[in-house]
């Protein structure tokens, strides 16, 4: 019963995998103590790719295909081979698959902010994300450098690695590139390209292939785009009176939900309109030459108290906040000064 038992052992006819796993990148075709059999059947299906390891060294690697696994096909005949030994065979050999599907929609993205120097905005911090494809190509890279000797290699074993690298070489492209942010922002398909060509060389070191790249969005921290969206804000208005409208303007929805609602807040914007022809009026007036400086200060001054009375009628509305009516009051009696 025990020589049965022994021989009966040997006989593993068909070596296979059938990906019964999801997310396996590497498997390795348990055989513990049994050994091939001599003649025995290798199917590689499609999407795989199968590693012959004998003694800790890649003996071959085979393509999708049925392979019958004789002295022509490997290099260990396992304890058959050594009827003369007393089957104590000093051989050990292993076979490993590995899956060649694309492993999509796997996710990048920056987990702080990376700091570069813009033209435009100086020192800025970005943040990116996006989603990248790869497979495996070559089998016998991924065994030496990645997956070794371990019973399965899955996809989330990998993916803190892959996303490292993108990033470090994502940091790396954007130093290199000087490309203003706004221009980044607005070409993320030509970025993506140029990424996924920069990362191919470490993709393909690990065995792998980069088969698809996307950024879908780069953008700054909540507080850098409220300072953007100042700036934009101040690039749209042409001078003191439009800046004081796009002001009123800003607060009309406060001013809805305030005693006086939406018609408190026409009549602040219609002052808030006069408020910003008269300064106008007056720093033109202030800026004359030769014309009268003391009846011009005069009239500044006449003007500068009506806007004041405006600016608390605004106030009382609650259309201005007290801070904003100090603020607005400072700058005017500075003008006095």
Do not use: C
Request: charged share 25%; no cysteine.
């Amino acid at each position: 019963m025990a020589l049965w038992d022994f021989v009966k052992k040997q006989f593993i006819d068909i070596i296979q995998w059938t990906e019964d796993e999801e997310g396996t990148l590497a498997y390795r075709y348990p055989m513990r103590d049994m050994e091939i059999q001599y003649g025995a059947s290798l199917t590689v299906r499609d999407s795989q790719l199968a590693v012959f390891v004998d003694e800790g060294r890649v003996a071959d690697v085979f393509q999708p295909g049925r392979f019958k696994l004789t002295t022509q096909t490997i290099p260990v005949l396992t304890y058959l081979r050594n009827w003369d030994k007393l089957f104590e065979s000093p051989f050990k050999s292993d076979v490993y698959f590995f899956s060649t599907r694309l492993q999509v929609n796997q996710k990048w993205g920056t987990p702080n902010p990376i700091t570069i120097r813009d033209k435009e905005f100086g020192a800025v911090r970005l943040r990116a994300f996006g989603i990248y494809t790869y497979r495996i190509v070559d089998p016998k890279s991924f065994y030496l450098n990645v997956s070794g000797t371990r019973e399965r290699y899955m996809v989330d074993d990998l993916s803190g690695q892959l996303r490292n690298t993108i990033v470090g070489s994502m940091t790396d492209l954007f130093a290199e590139s000087g490309i203003p942010f706004l221009d980044l922002a607005a070409n993320q398909d030509e970025l993506a390209a140029r990424l996924r060509a920069k990362l191919a060389d470490n993709f393909k070191a690990l065995g792998l292939e980069l088969s698809g790249f996307v950024v879908e969005n780069v953008s700054l921290p909540e507080e850098l785009q409220k300072i953007l969206d100042q700036r934009i804000g101040m690039n749209m208005v042409g001078d003191m009176a439009r800046y004081t409208q796009f002001q009123v303007a800003s607060s009309i929805p406060t001013a809805a939900a305030n005693e006086g609602g939406v018609a408190g807040a026409g009549a602040g914007l219609g002052a808030g309109v006069a408020m910003g022809q008269a300064m106008a009026r007056s720093l033109g007036q202030t800026m004359q030459t030769g014309g009268d400086a003391a009846g011009a200060t005069k009239e500044s001054a006449q003007d500068v108290m009506q806007l004041l009375e405006k600016l608390h009628d605004l106030k009382t509305k609650g259309i201005l906040s007290e801070e904003e009516f100090s603020s607005k009051k400072a700058d005017l009696l500075k003008k006095l000064g």
